[in-house]
């Protein structure tokens, strides 16, 4: 599937929520549900009463690196940690209000950083991204010289602690999986009251760029046991599994390719499309995505095509806000 449509620049979330003068969990919640077609709309702490006994909420918990570095003209965001000890880096050049996508560099290009730190070109992996080395621990480098990454339709720094959510305590992903930030620990602790359990995954999010428009690459994740377990006993037992980000998602169902959810980690290369459906997912709490993006093919085997694309409607109808500091989508 590929859903286009206009994005209004007013629709984007230009700012945290705190910085509207909300809670973290008082952004807007849309409910999309399958077996009826209805959409229905709330505040995202209403989600324990849209949710209930038995239902199972599978969260991310990695946490966001600040990692983009800036030079002069340019910027590079670190993305991916590879095996090797190899990162994967995407450059962009500096604008006066964020970075735009830079189609320079050359194999063997040497780039000084600040502190006297240089990042050696390898090889490009993708159309956009490079293999590079880093002459020193990338996360201690970065924790000392990098800032979260940030697009232009936000229109100027915050602090990590706005790109981190309540379950993060692995660090290593590139941006927030930001579909567990409205949450808050009074949130979490009302779904658990209500009898909605809650397990985590770890997947290491890579840079978006959302000026391009192409599958994900590898990611690092880690499906742990008792996940596993929670997830098989919930379908079992006649309980929803509800990925809280697409993140989630790719996690449980590359687990899941050879049958029941089983306990893996490694590294993921599984693209979820309407084709093959999902097999470890009941339902799914996103943000909102850009046009074309290919997390719409993921939304559309959760929901099909035909709900998505009439809940896209109406969010823009409804004046919902997109990105990571916008509203959030149940598609049930």
Same mark, same amino acid.
């Given at each position: 599937?590929?859903?286009?449509?206009?994005?209004?620049?007013i629709r984007?979330?230009?700012?945290p929520?705190?910085?509207?003068?909300?809670?973290r969990?008082a952004?807007r919640?849309m409910?999309?549900?399958?077996?009826t077609?209805?959409i229905t709309?709330?505040?995202?702490?209403d989600?324990?009463?849209v949710?209930?006994p038995g239902?199972l909420?599978v969260?991310?918990?990695s946490a966001?690196?600040p990692?983009?570095v800036r030079?002069d003209?340019?910027a590079v965001?670190?993305s991916?940690?590879?095996?090797?000890?190899?990162w994967?880096?995407e450059?962009r050049?500096?604008?006066?209000?964020?970075?735009?996508?830079?189609?320079?560099g050359?194999?063997?290009?040497?780039l000084?950083?600040?502190?006297?730190?240089?990042l050696r070109l390898?090889?490009p992996?993708?159309?956009?991204l490079?293999?590079?080395?880093l002459?020193?621990?990338?996360?201690?480098y970065?924790?000392?010289y990098?800032?979260?990454?940030?697009?232009?339709?936000?229109?100027?720094?915050?602090?990590?602690?706005?790109y981190?959510t309540?379950f993060?305590v692995?660090?290593g992903s590139?941006e927030?999986?930001?579909?567990? #930030?409205?949450?808050?620990?009074?949130? %979490?602790?009302?779904?658990?009251?209500?009898?909605?359990?809650?397990?985590p995954?770890?997947?290491?999010?890579g840079?978006?760029?959302?000026?391009?428009?192409e599958p994900?690459? /590898?990611?690092?994740?880690?499906?742990?046991e008792?996940t596993?377990?929670?997830?098989?006993?919930?379908r079992?037992?006649?309980?929803?599994?509800?990925a809280?980000?697409?993140?989630? %998602?790719?996690a449980?169902?590359?687990?899941a390719?050879?049958?029941?959810?089983?306990?893996v980690?490694?590294?993921?290369?599984?693209?979820v499309t309407p084709t093959?459906?999902v #097999?470890a997912?009941?339902?799914?709490i996103?943000?909102?995505?850009?046009p074309?993006?290919?997390h719409?093919?993921?939304l559309?085997?959760? /929901?099909?095509?035909?709900?998505v694309?009439?809940?896209y409607?109406?969010a823009?109808?409804?004046?919902?806000?997109?990105?990571e500091?916008g509203d959030t989508?149940?598609?049930l």
């Open positions: 599937m590929s859903l286009d449509f206009a994005l209004p620049p984007e979330a230009h700012e929520p705190e910085a509207r003068g909300l809670a969990d952004v919640l409910v999309s549900r399958r077996n077609g209805e709309h709330h505040k995202f702490t989600l324990p009463s949710l209930g239902d909420l969260v991310n918990n966001t690196l990692a983009a030079l003209r340019l965001h670190f991916t940690e590879l095996p090797s000890g190899e994967l880096v450059l050049r500096r604008t006066p209000t964020a970075t735009e996508p830079y189609a320079g050359a194999p063997g290009e040497w000084p950083l600040p502190g006297r730190a240089t390898i090889a992996e993708t159309p956009r490079w293999r590079a080395r002459d020193r621990d990338v996360p201690a970065l924790g000392r990098g800032t979260p990454i940030r697009y232009s339709y936000v229109e100027r720094e915050w602090p990590l602690e706005n981190q309540v993060a692995e660090p590139a927030m999986p930001s579909a567990g #930030r409205p949450f808050t620990t009074a949130l %979490v602790t009302e779904l658990v009251s209500r009898g909605v359990a809650m397990a995954i770890t997947l290491h999010t840079v978006a760029s959302p000026e391009k428009d994900p690459y /590898a990611e690092r994740f880690s499906v742990p008792h596993a377990r929670l997830v098989n006993l919930a079992a037992s006649g309980g929803r599994v509800i809280v980000g697409t993140t989630v %998602v790719r449980l169902e590359t687990a390719l050879d049958g029941p959810v089983r306990a980690s490694g590294w993921t290369s599984h693209i093959e459906g #097999r997912v009941d339902g799914l996103t943000g909102l995505h850009e074309r993006s290919s719409l093919m993921m559309s085997a959760v /929901a099909g095509a035909e709900l694309a009439r809940s409607a109406e823009l109808a409804e004046e919902y806000l997109w990105h500091f989508h149940l598609l």
